[in-house]
């Protein structure tokens, strides 16, 4: 695309976003969805001297038939990174995991990075050019504040450059993410012309996280692909599917992943929200998200804004499975023959045996 019908694009889809109409209601109904499959990764593989765990955010690329999958270690065990994958997806199910390749992500100055001095998240590939954008949470640790970030990265590991974050979103005393409730979620919207970014959980100024009785307003940003912000939208998350066990009131919901609905539509996303309450399974739930009737809150408190709609598409307790995990990346997968998007989904098992890394497909009317 020429660069002038580029810029006038961003502009169109920022005059869509920031008015905000009114929509009307939805005639259409919620899409089936069915389960094709699953695979579940060993636990501990070695690939290329590094220990494959921790994959928190899955992307595909058509242009090379692989799947993108980052590593949410924080340089712990090996140097900050993401694999790639091939595995068949189609009406006989998962194929086996394939892993292809892994480079460590690499810092401005193009090293690794040092060991916690950084935490991905989600990675999605960019459609235009092939680079990754991938995500990271910061930190919050007494005095300790590092800002999350957006970084752009060649398919080699080696460092392009950060998009801003919004002012909201950077780490201060009484204000911003909290510690682990960041950029947890992105993904590409209208073509690649608009990037999108989601808070796992409330700002501290926003009010309290999600409990059994009361959910909780996280924040959704758009911004142009090259960095201008352009809109933010309060999502409403559902409230803690049950209470902890033995001691109550650890539990918690957030968005653990987004992605565009419609890869042209920059109003539409699926939202991943992540229910964990120790002493219970995982609750998955990916909701439909609609922006376009909602209060735009870029530089405002959330207030009375009016919420992101949302319709439940699937919740993976009803698919079929033998168990959910801790699910946090999801990305649209090949088209089957019969016309049906593949989602598909991957678990963090946390670099914890006791957890799994698994693979999983449906299949979306």
């Not at 590939?125 to 300790?144: F, I, K, S």
């Amino acid at each position: 695309m020429p660069r002038r019908s580029r810029h006038v694009l961003i502009a169109s889809c920022a005059l869509a976003l920031a008015s905000a109409p009114v929509a009307a209601a939805d005639p259409v109904t919620t899409p089936s969805v069915r389960l094709l499959g699953e695979q579940v990764v060993a636990s501990s593989l070695d690939f290329a001297g590094t220990t494959v765990g921790g994959l928190s955010g899955i992307d595909y690329s058509a242009r090379t038939g692989e799947f993108v999958l980052i590593s949410d270690d924080r340089s712990n065990k090996n140097p900050a990174r993401y694999y790639t994958a091939r595995f068949e997806v189609g009406e006989r199910g998962v194929g086996p995991v394939t892993f292809t390749g892994t480079h460590p992500l690499l810092t401005a100055a193009g090293a690794p990075y040092a060991p916690m001095s950084v935490d991905p998240e989600e990675i999605r590939v960019d459609p235009w050019t092939g680079d990754y954008y991938w995500t990271q949470e910061g930190e919050r640790d007494g005095a300790l504040l590092q800002d999350p970030s957006v970084r752009i990265a060649h398919p080699d590991g080696s460092y392009v450059g950060d998009l801003p974050i919004p002012e909201n979103e950077r780490m201060r005393p009484d204000s911003g993410p909290q510690q682990n409730q960041a950029l947890e979620a992105a993904t590409f919207l209208a073509g690649g012309t608009l990037f999108a970014t989601a808070t796992e959980g409330p700002l501290l100024q926003d009010g309290p996280a999600a409990t059994t009785t009361s959910g909780a307003l996280t924040r959704i940003t758009v911004q142009a692909r090259s960095g201008p912000l352009l809109a933010q939208y309060a999502y409403p998350l559902d409230p803690v599917f049950a209470e902890s066990r033995p001691q109550p009131g650890r539990g918690a919901n957030g968005i653990a992943s987004i992605l565009a609905a419609d890869p042209l539509d920059p109003t539409k996303l699926l939202v991943l929200e992540r229910s964990f309450s120790p002493g219970t399974p995982n609750k998955i739930r990916v909701y439909e998200a609609d922006l376009s009737a909602a209060t735009n809150i870029l530089d405002a408190s959330i207030g009375a804004a009016r919420p992101v709609a949302k319709r439940l598409l699937v919740d993976l307790d009803d698919v079929g499975l033998a168990a959910v995990d801790n699910v946090e990346g999801m990305t649209w997968g090949p088209r089957l023959p019969s016309g049906e998007r593949t989602l598909v989904l991957v678990s963090d098992d946390n670099f914890d045996s006791r957890q799994i890394t698994q693979i999983i497909a449906l299949a979306v009317a």
